[in-house]
C-alpha cells in the first residue's frame, strides 16, 4: 500500500495538472476498415474478416459512417474539421491486433482544437480545453491463462478473440488542463459525464463505461507551489492511469494519484513517468509498463487508405444536426422547470435528468417526477445495487404521479405502489388493483371509523370538544390503523372534528 | 553523406524485432545511409508549394457503406494459426500491455 499524504495538505503543496484521454465505440453496423460485424460478445472470432485478421491481401476500406459520427463529435466538442486528414500506422508487436500495428491518425487527425464547458457539483462551471478527436480502431480481447491471478504476470499463455480489433474508434485528447485545484477529481468525473451525454445525444455510441464502449485514461501530474512573485514550477513527472471502468472510479483514481504522488515529493521523491492500473477493488493504482522507447511508434501515413477530405456541406449539414450542447440544454431545462440551484444540482448528480425529462413528457409536474426518481426510486437502486432507470420507466413514474395527483393514493400509498411496481406486478393502476390500495375517499366508511374511535376514546372526545384540537391525534391514527392506512390524513382529521361537535353529548 | 549512426540501427532492428549481426549493422548503416542522401536529394528539388503526399494516386474519400458483409467462421479464422483453443488463438503469454 502506497503513502498517501492527505488531500488538504496535498493541494496546499502542489498544484494538480491534469489530461485525459477517452476512448469512444462507436455504434455503426460494421467495423472502422472492414464490413465485419461491429458487435463485440458472442462467439469468438466469428465477428471478423480477414481484414481484421491483417491476412495477406486483405485491403482497409474506411467505413463512411464512422467518419460522418466523427465529424459529429468533433463539432459537438467544439473543433474544427481538418480540411485534409490521413491515417497512420501506428507500429507496435502486441497480439491484441494481428498486423503488428494499428490504424489511427497522427499529426492529421480529423478534428483539433475544441472545449466542452463542464459543470462542477458546486456549481462551478469549467472549460475543458480540447487538443484534438481522431479515428482509430480498437484492439482484440486477450484473455491471460495460468499464473496465480490470472494477470498477466505468471501467465502460461494468453487466449486471443478478435471480435473486438477494427470497431471504430474515436480518441478525444484534451490539452494540459490547469486551474482545477482542489476541484480536479469531481473535473474529471464530470467531464468524462459530459463526454458520455454528449455522445449519448449525438446517438453515435451506447457509451457504456462498464461494457468499454467508453473508456478513460487520466494523466495527472503535480507541481510544487512557489511564493509569491517566484517564477512558477516546472511541470511535474505525469502518470496515466488506465483500467478505469466508471464515473466514480475516475474521481477516486485522480483522488488517489494526487495523494500518492505528493507523499513521494514531499520526502524528496521522484514520480516515475509511467501507466499505472486503478484496481476497483482496492481502490488503488498499481505501476505498469513504464514509458521508454517501447513508446517509438514509428508512424507512418497509412499506404493502403486515402486522406479523408469532408466536403464543407458535410460538414455544415452535420453541424446543423447537432442536438443541444448538454451545458446549454441544462440550464434550459432548470429555467424550464422552474428548480433551484440546489435542486437542479441534486438532479444532475443523480444522473436522472433524462428519466425526468420523459416523466415530464409522460404527463407528470417536473417537481414531483424529479422528487419520485432522486428520492425513493434511487433509494430503492441504491439498496439494492443496481441502476435507477432498471427499475421502473418514466411511464410508470408519471401514472403513479397521476394516481396521487387525482387523489387515488396518498405518498404512503404510492410508495406502496411503487414498491408492487419495481417488483413486476405490472402498471401502478394494476398494483393498486390487485393490492387495494387506493384511499378510502367513500367518507361514509371514513365516518363510521371515526364515530366508533371518538366514541372508544370518551376522554380525547372531550379535550376536542373542550377546544384542545391536538388531542385529535390519537383519533386519527385510530382511524387510520383502521383503514389500513388507506386514507387521506388531512380528510380524516377534518371529519374527526366535524365528527366531535356533531356527536351527542 | 547522412548521419545515421549505429546505435540507431540497432535501435530501429529493435523495434521491429529483427536480430541482427554485428557484421549486418555496419553494412545497413551505411546502406541507410545512402537511402537518407537520396530522400535528401529529392528533399532539394521539393519547394514549399509542393504538397506532402501520402499515395501516389490522387485520390480522396473512398468509403464505403455500413452493410454488414461477409465474415469467417472461428474455424475459417483459425485455420491458419499456429495453435488455438478451438475458439481463439493461443499465444505465449507476453510481458506487456495491450496499447
Known sequence: MAKLMDYDRALELFEPVLGFEVHIELSTKTKMFSDAPNYFGGEPNTNITPVDLGLPGSLPVVNGQAVRYAISLGLALGCSIAPTSRFARKNYFYPDLAKNYQISQSDEPIAFAGSVEVELPNGRMFTVPIERAHMEEDAGKLTHVGGATGRIQGAEYSLVDYNRAGVPLVEIVTDIIYGAEADAPELAKAYVSTIRDIVVGLGISEARMERGNLRCDANISLRRRTPEGEPPAPLGTRTETKNVNSLRSVERAIRYEIQRQAAIL????????????????????????????????????????????????????????????????????????????????????????????????????????????????????????????????????????????????????????????IAGEGTPQQVVDARGLAVVSDDGALIAAIDEALQSQPDVLAKIRDGKVQAAGAVIGAVMKAMKGQADAARVRELVLERATALPE | MSEITQEQVTHLANLARIALTPEEIVSLTSELGSIMDHVATVTEVATPDVPATSHPIPLQNVFRDDVVGQTLTAEEALAGAPDHDGSRFRVTAILGEEQ
Do not use: C
Open chain 1, 266 to 421: 514531499d520526502e524528496g521523491g521522484t514520480i516515475t513517468q509511467e501507466t499505472r492500473h486503478w484496481h476497483e477493488d482496492t481502490g488503488e493504482t498499481s505501476a505498469g509498463r513504464p514509458k521508454s522507447d517501447a513508446d517509438d511508434y514509428r508512424y507512418f501515413p497509412e499506404p493502403d487508405l486515402l486522406p479523408v477530405v469532408p466536403s464543407d456541406e458535410l460538414i455544415e449539414e452535420l453541424r446543423a444536426a447537432l442536438p443541444e450542447a448538454p451545458a446549454i440544454r441544462r440550464r434550459r431545462l432548470k429555467a424550464e422547470w422552474n428548480f433551484t440551484d440546489l435542486e437542479f444540482q441534486d438532479l444532475t448528480n443523480s444522473g436522472l435528468v433524462n428519466e425526468v425529462i420523459d416523466t415530464v413528457a409522460a404527463g407528470a409536474s417536473p417537481a414531483a417526477a424529479r422528487k419520485w426518481w432522486t428520492g425513493e426510486i434511487a433509494r430503492t437502486a441504491n439498496a439494492q445495487g443496481v441502476d435507477a432507470t432498471t427499475l421502473v420507466t418514466p411511464l410508470q413514474v408519471a401514472q403513479l404521479v397521476a394516481l396521487v395527483d387525482d387523489g387515488t393514493l396518498t405518498d404512503r400509498l404510492a410508495r406502496q405502489v411503487l414498491e408492487g411496481v
